[in-house]
């Protein structure tokens, strides 16, 4: 999609971080936004700034775990545009823990939000883009959805879930002759966001105590969040990838090297430690 201006982005996880950042772009790009949030706030206050630089923006508190919620969405956004062309999912959370020892309801939170809500994204955006015949679709994922590393099971599974469902939503579209319809995936390493702060979302009923063994790298994912790059810049490439039809955005210079080495782990017959 090359012609931006006067058309309509959707994000999800719109208040903040990368959503924000990628709202930002778009509203600079000309476009008109249509803005989900579960943070009522933090999204009031994003519209107030992106309204503030000319752009037309539509609110909605939608948690992505909510397929009829994501459906009212999408038929709210339609209502008020008429379309949508390029739809970021891009809500996620993200809480440590190890692969045997989690709060059942806290792995299902995150897989709901960073998995599930990207399958009901594109299950209520992509038919009504079929039938313009155009549109774009970016789903955030993560170099967490390339390699894996200790400490982040549920992250990890669902990120490598979303890489998987881009790429099946590119094959099928492919398939099915849907050419207008372009696919884009984010992956990457640290940003400095509110990510490593999600457990200010926990809903009642989910634990956020960690175990031990995550608790001793917790320390270490909030520094690297901190110190991640400027979200601005994740989006400048995004923009430039929807442009471009380009299918894999990977931020980081080092993400490509990880996933080789992964890669070759699989070739040699290794465990998939990245240190070893
Ligand atoms: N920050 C990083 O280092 C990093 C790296 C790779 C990928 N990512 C991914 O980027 C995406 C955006 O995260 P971020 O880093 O900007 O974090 P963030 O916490 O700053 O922003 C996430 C936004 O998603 C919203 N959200 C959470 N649950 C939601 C739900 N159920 N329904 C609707 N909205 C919901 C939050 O309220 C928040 O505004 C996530 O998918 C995350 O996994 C982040």
Not at 107 to 130: Q, S, T
Not at 169 to 189: F, Q, S, Y
Request: charged fraction near 20%.
């Amino acid at each position: 999609m090359e012609h931006l201006e006067g058309k309509v982005a959707v994000v999800t996880g719109a208040a903040s971080g990368i959503g924000l950042a990628l709202a930002r772009a778009w509203a600079g790009a000309g476009m008109r936004l249509a803005l989900a949030d579960i943070e009522e706030e933090p999204l009031a206050k994003a519209a107030a700034e992106l309204q503030g630089l000319g752009a037309e923006v539509l609110t909605s508190i939608t948690d992505v775990r909510d397929w009829r919620a994501v459906d009212a969405f999408a038929a709210a956004t339609f209502d008020r545009f008429g379309g949508a062309h390029v739809v970021c999912n891009n809500a996620g959370v993200h809480l440590s823990d190890t692969a045997w020892q989690f709060d059942p309801e806290r792995f299902k939170w995150v897989l709901d939000i960073n998995l599930l809500g990207v399958a009901y994204g594109i299950r209520a955006f992509v038919p009504k883009m079929i039938e313009q015949g155009e549109g774009h679709v970016v789903n955030t994922a993560s170099a967490a959805g390339l390699v894996t590393g200790p400490t982040m099971a549920s992250y990890f599974a669902s990120k490598h879930g979303v890489v998987a469902l881009t790429e099946s939503l590119a094959n099928d579209l492919a398939l099915a002759g849907h050419a207008g319809v372009g696919v884009t995936v984010i992956c990457p390493e640290y940003v400095a966001t509110r990510i490593h702060q999600s457990a200010r979302l926990t809903p009642p009923g989910v634990e956020v105590e960690r175990d031990e063994t995550a608790t001793l790298t917790r320390q270490m994912f909030d520094d690297a969040v901190e110190g991640g790059i400027d979200p601005s810049v994740v989006a400048e490439q995004v923009v430039a990838a929807v442009r471009e039809n380009r299918f894999w955005v990977l931020p980081h210079d080092t993400t490509l090297d990880l996933a080789r080495t992964r890669w070759r782990k699989i070739d040699e017959g290794k465990p998939p430690f990245l240190w070893g």
